[in-house]
């Protein structure tokens, strides 16, 4: 059979999702059977085999956005606002992987152990069988409940469970039982997050930064609340005291947002910050989120932008080991393709963003094969790449 090439010519500029490299030279991107191939110059391609070419008319390409905390319940459809079609709305918001933070707005959720093994498996492979709009989604993420066991851990990893929804969000409310219960599942290959701060809707609580640090999960999740936020002192403490990864949430409070990320470059760790939206939670859902994110940090927060692009994609790809969200050889070709948005003040496409202005997506590339064109959520771009 004949392999699937996608040639991107013309781009403008290329960015990484690699901190220490964002930009990278070339204005050409080759992919095989969607898996990243060259990129670089493309007179020194061979590019006339092209089974999809696409006329980049300048605009910048960076790999596609990860929303690191989401919480699906079933395809398209959330019941948390009864809105259909969130995901695809957000592929066009520039996000191409979504990472459940838990299936917890199941309506019926079961709670008892057998139950929530069931759903998690159920919620991996539905996902796993059926992508929205062509969007990955991580999901089957359970909810640590009392009364699991280390064999449970054992059990769901080898049924293909990569996740532990929010710590915090069950019945397992202390440190003790919650560290165990982590430490059984970093045991056997799954990953975990916390709820971090106040209770976010009746019936949560409370978790502060003494009993994120004596659980110690892989993620700090949304470390600057969801909604409400920790007291300054601790969310520093959190910073400084562990390695783990710092999400920072659209459904947050900004302004612990930029304590985090601004401690984060204090301590020379801004590897450590990755983006997620919380959506759909009680303030709905954010197809936009994640570059709302990235304009904000990068304007209120004093970074570049094209390292701020990198909290959404490359950095979030090295927390949760991805095969996405970075430039490199043997990764899939997931892509954005963006330009500044008509009429955005800044000389080029960086610039506006650094002015706290969104992109304007001109087309999404999933594992090699255009997603979307010109998106119809973000403002429009200033140049459309093309399908020749
Ligand atoms: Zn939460």
């Given at each position: 059979?004949?392999?699937?090439?996608l040639?991107?010519?013309?781009?403008?500029?290329?960015?990484?999702?690699?901190?220490?490299?964002?930009?990278?030279?070339?204005?050409?991107?080759?992919?095989?059977?969607?898996?990243?191939?060259?990129?670089?110059?493309?007179?020194?391609?061979?590019?006339?085999?092209?089974?999809t070419?696409v006329?980049?008319?300048?605009?910048?390409?960076?790999?596609?956005?990860?929303?690191?905390?989401?919480?699906?319940?079933?395809?398209?459809?959330?019941?948390?606002?009864?809105?259909?079609?969130?995901?695809?709305?957000?592929?066009?918001?520039?996000?191409?992987?979504?990472?459940?933070?838990?299936?917890?707005?199941?309506?019926?959720?079961?709670?008892?152990?057998?139950?929530?093994?069931?759903?998690?498996?159920?919620?991996?492979?539905?996902?796993?069988?059926?992508?929205?709009?062509g969007?990955?989604?991580?999901?089957?993420?359970?909810?640590?409940?009392?009364?699991?066991?280390?064999?449970?851990?054992?059990?769901?990893?080898?049924?293909?469970?990569?996740?532990?929804?929010?710590?915090?969000?069950?019945?397992?409310?202390?440190?003790?039982?919650?560290?165990?219960?982590?430490?059984?599942?970093?045991?056997?290959?799954?990953?975990?997050?916390?709820?971090?701060?106040?209770?976010?809707?009746?019936?949560?609580?409370?978790?502060?930064?003494?009993?994120?640090?004596?659980?110690?999960?892989?993620?700090?999740?949304?470390?600057?609340?969801?909604?409400?936020?920790?007291?300054?002192?601790?969310?520093?403490?959190?910073?400084?005291?562990?390695?783990?990864?710092?999400?920072?949430?659209?459904?947050?409070?900004?302004?612990?947002?930029?304590?985090?990320?601004?401690?984060?470059?204090?301590?020379?760790?801004?590897?450590?910050?990755?983006?997620?939206?919380?959506?759909?939670?009680?303030?709905?859902?954010?197809?936009?989120?994640?570059?709302?994110?990235?304009?904000?940090?990068?304007?209120?927060?004093?970074?570049?932008?094209?390292?701020?692009?990198?909290?959404?994609?490359?950095?979030?790809?090295?927390?949760?080991?991805?095969?996405?969200?970075?430039?490199?050889?043997?990764?899939?070709?997931?892509f954005?393709l963006?330009?500044?948005?008509?009429?955005?003040?800044?000389?080029?496409?960086?610039?506006?963003?650094?002015?706290?202005?969104?992109?304007?997506?001109?087309m999404t590339i999933i594992?090699g094969a255009v997603t979307s064109l010109?998106?119809?959520?973000?403002?429009?771009?200033?140049?459309?790449p093309?399908v020749?």
């Amino acid at each position: 059979m004949k392999s699937a090439k996608l040639v991107i010519k013309n781009i403008g500029m290329i960015l990484s999702g690699d901190m220490d490299t964002p930009v990278l030279d070339g204005n050409c991107m080759i992919a095989i059977d969607g898996k990243i191939s060259v990129w670089g110059d493309q007179k020194d391609f061979d590019t006339d085999d092209a089974t999809t070419l696409v006329d980049a008319k300048g605009v910048t390409l960076a790999p596609g956005l990860i929303d690191s905390h989401i919480h699906p319940v079933v395809g398209d459809y959330t019941p948390r606002q009864q809105q259909l079609h969130w995901i695809d709305s957000t592929l066009h918001g520039g996000v191409t992987t979504l990472i459940s933070a838990g299936e917890v707005h199941m309506p019926g959720r079961p709670k008892d152990v057998v139950g929530l093994k069931a759903m998690a498996i159920a919620s991996q492979r539905w996902y796993e069988n059926f992508r929205p709009s062509g969007v990955k989604v991580h999901a089957g993420a359970p909810v640590i409940e009392h009364g699991m066991e280390e064999n449970d851990f054992k059990e769901l990893a080898d049924a293909g469970v990569k996740l532990l929804g929010e710590v915090g969000l069950g019945t397992v409310k202390d440190g003790k039982t919650a560290k165990q219960m982590v430490d059984w599942a970093r045991k056997y290959g799954i990953q975990s997050t916390i709820h971090t701060g106040g209770p976010s809707i009746p019936g949560s609580g409370l978790i502060d930064a003494d009993m994120v640090i004596e659980t110690g999960t892989d993620v700090i999740g949304h470390i600057n609340g969801g909604h409400t936020a920790l007291p300054d002192d601790q969310i520093i403490c959190l910073c400084e005291s562990c390695a783990a990864g710092l999400e920072i949430v659209h459904n947050g409070n900004e302004r612990a947002a930029l304590l985090t990320l601004n401690t984060a470059r204090e301590l020379k760790q801004l590897d450590r910050v990755i983006l997620g939206t919380d959506g759909p939670a009680g303030s709905g859902v954010q197809p936009l989120g994640i570059l709302r994110m990235v304009a904000m940090l990068s304007s209120l927060g004093d970074t570049p932008a094209e390292i701020a692009f990198c909290f959404a994609n490359g950095n979030t790809s090295r927390q949760r080991e991805l095969d996405t969200g970075i430039i490199e050889a043997g990764k899939c070709a997931d892509f954005i393709l963006m330009d500044k948005a008509q009429h955005a003040p800044g000389k080029n496409l960086l610039e506006s963003v650094q002015l706290g202005n969104l992109p304007g997506i001109g087309m999404t590339i999933i594992d090699g094969a255009v997603t979307s064109l010109r998106s119809r959520n973000t403002p429009p771009a200033e140049r459309l790449p093309e399908v020749i």
